[in-house]
Structures are given as structure tokens and as C-alpha cells.
């Protein structure tokens, strides 16, 4: 089977790196970001182009978001899968007359790390049920961890990930935003960060919850408050009026 990727971003180079590792032939990546293109090529020695995109049997389009429509109907070959990497796009987004897929790996991929291929979640989606098999057998090449969703599910799966990921990364900056202006190094956190981490292996998150918020203690949220201003100060007010409600405090 030929596959081709469009995209040079993050998640189209570790998929280009996945597919590598994982001894699946990719005919093309195809972008317009020659540099990234040229860097896939000789990581992976992938080809690559910028203006001729390869006849193939499954296109991932991994673009951004808001691109997607636009880049799926330049793909005029109508026997064909093109699938794309969105948590939070129907299948129908794409515009063209070949057949649709979704092909959502939930994982943060950035291309400074390499993340561990073996435990990602796919989520496989597709128009017809023989196609969905065959992208369920190929991420299954990947990943122990594949499986069929919905798009009404999907889009769950993503607004999870955002809250889960997304944000918590968002206070891993704002915490080191605090640190470096004290001086402090940011290390001094890892063991901190980590533990609460693996902790949620072990127990529920709500079980997991330690600091002032829940003590309700009220004398050291209010000296927090007095050291922080700005969206930070606001963001704080917020985290603990959410763990407060939680804990019908
Ligand atoms: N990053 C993640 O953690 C993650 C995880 C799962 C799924 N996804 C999904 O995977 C897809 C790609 O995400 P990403 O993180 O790889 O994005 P990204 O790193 O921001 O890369 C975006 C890619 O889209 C290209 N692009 C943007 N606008 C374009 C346009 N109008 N025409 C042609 N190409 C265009 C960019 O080209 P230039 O470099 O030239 O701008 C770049 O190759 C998205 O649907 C995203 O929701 C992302």
C-alpha cells in the first residue's frame, strides 16, 4: 500500500518517524514547508516535494486544523483513503471524491521529543467498515493501543486531552514563570512534578489532591494571592474556586 503524508509539522514527522521505525514503507511526504520537508528527508530518508504530490492508496493529512478542507480537496485522485490526524474534525471536513477516514493519535508531539509509539491511543474512524479495518491493522503496526471511535466521541477524547495536557503544561509555564523570577531553579520541581504524575497510577486524581485549596486553608491563599497579579493572580483565584467546588468546600 502506497501512503503518503501531507504536513511537515509536528505529528507529520513523528508519524514519518513511526512509520520508519515500525518498517512501513511511506512513498512521499508531501508540504510547503521545504526545510521541515528537507529535515524528514534525511532523518527518515523519506522523499519528499513541495509541488508533486505522489499517486498513493492512503493520504494522512496532517496539517493544521484550520487547513485541513482546504489542503484534502487539492487531492484529486478519487480511488484513494485520506485520512486525517484531528481530534476535534468530522471525517466530513474533507473535501473530495475518495473515501474518509480519521486517524487521531492522543498523544503531544513535538518535535524536540521523540514520544514512546508503543502505548498511543489511536482513534480510527471511517466511512467504511473495510477501510476502518485497514487502518486499525496499520496503527496496529504502531501501537498496542488502537481502537474504533466516533467522532462524537472523539471530540471528547480531545477536550479530555486539552484539560489533561494541554492546560496542565500551561501551569508547568506559569510555575516557572514564578520560580525564575525568585531564582529558583525549575529542577528543584521535577521530582515534585513527577510524583504527582505516576500518583494517578495508583489513585483517582480526586483522591490525589493535596495543597491549601482542600485543607481550606485560608491564611496561605490569601498570602498567594498577595504575591501573584495579573492572569496569573486570576488563574490561581480560578484553580482553587474549581478544587473548592469540587470538594463542596
Ligand atoms: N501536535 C499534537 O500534539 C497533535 C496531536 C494529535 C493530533 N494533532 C493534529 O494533527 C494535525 C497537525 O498538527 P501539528 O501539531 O503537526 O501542527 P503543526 O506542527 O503546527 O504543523 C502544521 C502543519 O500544517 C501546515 N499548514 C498550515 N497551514 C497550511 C495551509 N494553509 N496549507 C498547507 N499547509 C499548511 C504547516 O506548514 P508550515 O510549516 O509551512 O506552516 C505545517 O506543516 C492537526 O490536525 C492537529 O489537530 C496534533
Given at each position: ?7 511537515s509539522?509536528n ?12 518498517r512501513?514503507?511511506?512513498h512521499?511526504?508531501?508540504?510547503r ?29 496532517a496539517?493544521s ?5 482546504e ?34 493519535p ?13 502505548s ?16 486499525i491493522?496499520l ?39 514564578i520560580?525564575?523570577r ?7 520541581f ?5 510524583e ?33 497579579d ?6 490561581y483565584?480560578m ?5 473548592k ?5
Open positions: 500500500m502506497n501512503i503518503v503524508i501531507i504536513g509539522g505529528v507529520a514527522y513523528h508519524l514519518a518517524g513511526m512509520f520508519a521505525d515500525s512501513i514503507p511511506v512521499q511526504v508531501f508540504g514547508n521545504e526545510g521541515a520537508l528537507t529535515e524528514i528527508n534525511s532523518k527518515f530518508k523519506i522523499p519528499v516535494s513541495t509541488t508533486e504530490l505522489s499517486d498513493a492508496d492512503l493520504y494522512l493529512i496539517v486544523d484550520h487547513a485541513v478542507a489542503v484534502s480537496g487539492t487531492i484529486r485522485r478519487q480511488d484513494c483513503l485520506v485520512a486525517h490526524t484531528s481530534g476535534s474534525l468530522p471525517v466530513d471536513v474533507l473535501r473530495g471524491n475518495y473515501r474518509k477516514a480519521c486517524f487521531y492522543l498523544q503531544t508531539f513535538s518535535k524536540a521529543k521523540r514520544p514512546d509509539f508503543s498511543i491511543p489511536f482513534f480510527i474512524e471511517a466511512d467504511y467498515p473495510g477501510d476502518a479495518d485497514m487502518l491493522e496503527a496496529g503496526k504502531i501501537s498496542v493501543n488502537v481502537m474504533e471511535s466516533t467522532y462524537e466521541k472523539r471530540k471528547y477524547v480531545h477536550l479530555t486531552a486539552v484539560f489533561a495536557c494541554n492546560f496542565v503544561n500551561h501551569l508547568f509555564s506559569r510555575a516557572k514563570e520560580s525564575d525568585q531564582n529558583i531553579p525549575f529542577h528543584y521535577k521530582p515534585l512534578i513527577e504527582t504524575v505516576e500518583k494517578i497510577s495508583f489513585m483517582e486524581p480526586r483522591e490525589a489532591q493535596t495543597g491549601p485549596a482542600v485543607r481550606d486553608d485560608r491564611r496561605i491563599l490569601k498570602l498567594h494571592e498577595e504575591l501573584l495579573g492572569t496569573t493572580l486570576e488563574l483565584k484553580m482553587n474556586q474549581s478544587i467546588e469540587m470538594y463542596e468546600l
